[in-house]
């Protein structure tokens, strides 16, 4: 089974979005420093991250850590590592959610189940890159304490914050609605599921597969629902589903946390002006 290979281009041919799925893990975990390079596995990671860039013409990508969900929007400046072979360079050293991508970039997210936005400003022809899992958009701590746990309730928040409101937006990839489901019965979380489910509804109200009880959350219409608050309209996302897709031998084509519990992941790059 060859994996699955999806690029389009975006905002007048500014931004490229390359999706990668199965059977490829595209985790770069482990692969923080120069000299994660002398080890054979994460070599391979680096290897393949730089097949999908240099046909494109982008020498140099930013990938963050987005496992604390901590809906961070970073600055190249923060990036301390950079791992390189001379030809071709990453750059790690941040937990954060996503960045504003510097002119012929990218950014490289890994990803099973949780969308990716893509934010352009045409006017200011600027663009932020953002992991957007359930827990970037919502503050947990926050709906189930009343205490916030970050500085920015969602990374939508710091999105608009970093660009502000005249932007045109594309959501990429993740799960759909129906096999994204927050039981309220569940033994352990079932009680801040209830808190959280009603809190979108009182707040975003259409987010969801079906009755809000049932608990199958869209996070594409959250984002959605968050945007629009800002005013932003300009929004469009894809119809792909990390959990559900196949082709058409019937088999899966994305890596998806909630179908296996993998620790696989899915590969996100976004080019800023590729040149192929």
Known sequence: MTHIKIREKFFDDKVEIVRRGRPVDWSIEGL?????????????????????????????IWAP??????????ETIDFTNEITDGEFRIYRGVMADGLEVP??????????????????????NRLVVAHAGRNCLLD????????????????VDAVIDKLGTNIKVHIALGIKSKNFTHLVTDPVYGESNDRMLKFIFEKYSNCFYWQPEEG???????????????????ISWDNLDTYEDKNQNGDLLWHSYSRDRTSKRNGILVCRNPSA
């Open 32 to 60: 923080n420093e120069q000299k994660d390079l002398k080890k054979s596995t994460l070599r391979k990671k680096f290897e393949q991250v730089k097949s999908l860039c240099v046909p494109k013409g982008i020498n140099t």
């Open 65 to 74: 850590t987005s496992t604390d969900f901590n809906s961070v929007i970073s």
């Open 103 to 124: 002119e012929n970039d990218g950014v490289f997210l890994a990803s099973a189940d949780c969308p990716t936005i893509i934010a352009f400003d045409p006017q200011k």
């Open 140 to 155: 947990r701590q926050l709906i189930d304490t009343n205490t916030p746990s970050r500085d920015h309730f969602s990374v």
């Open 216 to 234: 199958q959350l869209s996070l594409s219409m959250l984002i959605k629902a968050q945007l629009e608050i800002y005013g932003v309209r300009r």
